[in-house]
């Protein structure tokens, strides 16, 4: 290994991904290692891409959007063009994840009212019980 490109063992280890990953990573074309025979040689530009990768997959972007992100970074003015694409699909997800935690907050109160009934609920029958 050079300073430059890493091994697929130094790259599961470094980014805490399976030698799976990475090979459905490059099957979906989203990196291009170096090949020698049989080895595959991960260059920076694939440490970065990977970097993206996960860190979109964390957010919830799905492998299109990802991709999409990844190309934009090869076009002219690519950078600029890529972060105002990662800012608009950003905000949407964000209103997503924003929306989702309104309905899971939700569903938690409603459960623990109903788990609140219920705990009132086996009081009343221990009661009687005891009574009766």
Not at 92 to 110: F, G, N, S, T, V
Not at 118 to 125: G, P, Q, W
Request: aromatic fraction near 6%; proline fraction near 2%; glycine fraction near 6%.
């Amino acid at each position: 290994m050079t300073e430059d490109t890493m091994t697929i063992r130094e790259m599961c280890d470094a980014f805490n991904v399976t030698p799976r990953t990475l090979r459905f990573y490059e099957s979906k074309e989203l990196l291009n290692p170096v090949r020698e025979g049989q080895k595959r040689l991960y260059t920076r530009r694939d440490r970065g891409r990977l970097t993206l990768i996960l860190r979109g997959k964390r957010f919830g972007f799905s492998l299109e959007q990802i991709r999409q992100l990844l190309a934009l970074y090869d076009v002219d003015g690519g950078q600029e063009a890529q972060h105002r694409e990662a800012h608009a699909i950003g905000c949407e997800r964000l209103a997503d994840m924003e929306r989702q935690r309104a309905e899971l907050d939700e569903a938690i109160r409603e459960l623990k009212q109903q788990l609140s009934w219920c705990e009132e609920k086996l009081a009343e029958f221990a009661r009687t019980a005891r009574t009766g």
